[in-house]
């Protein structure tokens, strides 16, 4: 299996219009959705064999989920279904088209009651990689079955990806985030992080890394990859995105320039064209390059921008074809330009 996603799959309830807060949006429309969700469908888009898994509630909703998993092309034999649970659920307000505001349904999550001894073993030892974010490092069961997936899928070879995912509100206090952000990142060989995560995880301002501030976003990335992992990614919405490698490259590589509808989930869809990318071909350590890492962000980049132009995330993510068909488009010089 090339990727398998493990964590969340809820219903994210998307608001009526642009340009309001949580309290003011006139109505929401449910949508699937959660991080490592979006990433697995947005992987089989394009052309990778992903998997899922997680857990969702006995329900309508949660066999839903599950049914548009598996009629866009992701294994889906890792979700288990709870009876005492139901599916989480997300609201979601967007001040502007770049910002969103969430508030989760999770008291608890069937997400979070997902347990070791319901792990697919044998699905986890196929993985050529295994992604997964924070919010399933913020409740138990769910904590110590990431962690066992995490160990399983080492011992299996697989490259490991963190999705820092930061959400204030599925968290007891901002402390007890860092604690377990922090304890996770040197297990993992790659972090992704935005602009605000970067700031909260290494101190500094977030508006220094929007600017792209290159010696700014050079010294706190590398202080993650000193932790551990080989590669920090730092997406930078608007302002594309940045890596830093424990052997001492980083590179800025601009976004392109679109008309965006919906932002919600471009990172998701960003991580998917990045994993795919590195491990297509030789080993995913020898794609570790400037040259090659240039281009990989610019597909991933790539991958992001057209996800942005739709709303809803699942119903926006590319195909393959589409996002050849828009990198050809594209300025062949745009990764070697200043910011």
């Known amino acids: 299996m090339d990727i398998i996603c493990l964590g969340e799959l809820l219903v994210d309830m998307f608001p009526a219009e642009v340009g309001r807060r949580l309290t003011e949006v006139s109505a929401f429309h ?16 394009l052309g990778a064999r992903s998997a899922f898994i997680g857990k969702v509630g006995d329900e309508a909703f949660g066999h839903h989920l599950v049914s548009v998993l598996a009629e866009n092309g992701v294994d889906v034999r890792g979700v288990r279904f709870d009876p005492e649970a139901r599916t989480t659920m997300a609201f979601i307000a967007m001040p502007d ?5 969430f508030v989760f349904y999770r008291n608890p999550g069937a997400d979070t009651r997902l347990r070791v001894e319901e792990l697919d073993r044998e699905l986890l030892q196929s993985a050529r990689v295994l992604h997964f974010g924070s919010l399933s490092l913020s409740e138990e069961p769910i904590r110590s079955a990431a962690w066992e997936a995490l160990r399983i899928a ?3 070879g697989a490259l490991i990806s963190f999705d820092v995912n930061y959400r204030p509100t599925l968290w007891k206090s901002p402390s007890a985030a860092l604690e377990q952000i922090r304890g996770m990142i040197p297990h993992a060989d790659l972090v992704k992080v935005n602009e605000v995560e970067l700031a909260l995880l290494v101190g500094g301002r977030a508006d220094d890394f929007r600017r792209v501030d290159l010696a700014q976003l050079d010294a706190a990335a590398g202080t993650l990859v000193r932790q551990g992992p080989q590669l920090c990614v730092v997406t930078l919405g608007p302002k594309g995105s940045y890596f830093c490698t424990a052997g001492g490259l980083s590179g800025h590589v601009p976004a392109f320039r679109v008309t965006t509808v919906d932002a919600t989930g471009c990172g998701d869809a960003f991580v998917a064209g990045l994993l795919w990318q590195l491990v297509q071909g030789v080993g995913w350590q020898e794609q570790l ?11 991933a980049n790539a991958v992001g921008a057209l996800t942005a132009q739709k709303q809803g995330v699942i119903p926006a ?22 910011p």
Do not use: M
């Open 97 to 101: 088209e770049n910002t969103s505001e």
């Open 30 to 45: 449910p949508k699937p959705g959660g991080a490592p969700a979006n990433a697995a469908v947005a992987a089989a888009r």
């Open 317 to 338: 993510l590319p195909t393959a074809a589409e996002v050849e068909a828009f990198l050809a488009q594209a300025a062949p010089d745009l990764t070697r330009k200043a």
């Open 154 to 156: 080492r011992a299996a």
């Open 289 to 299: 390059t400037a040259p090659r890492l240039h281009q990989i962000l610019r597909y």
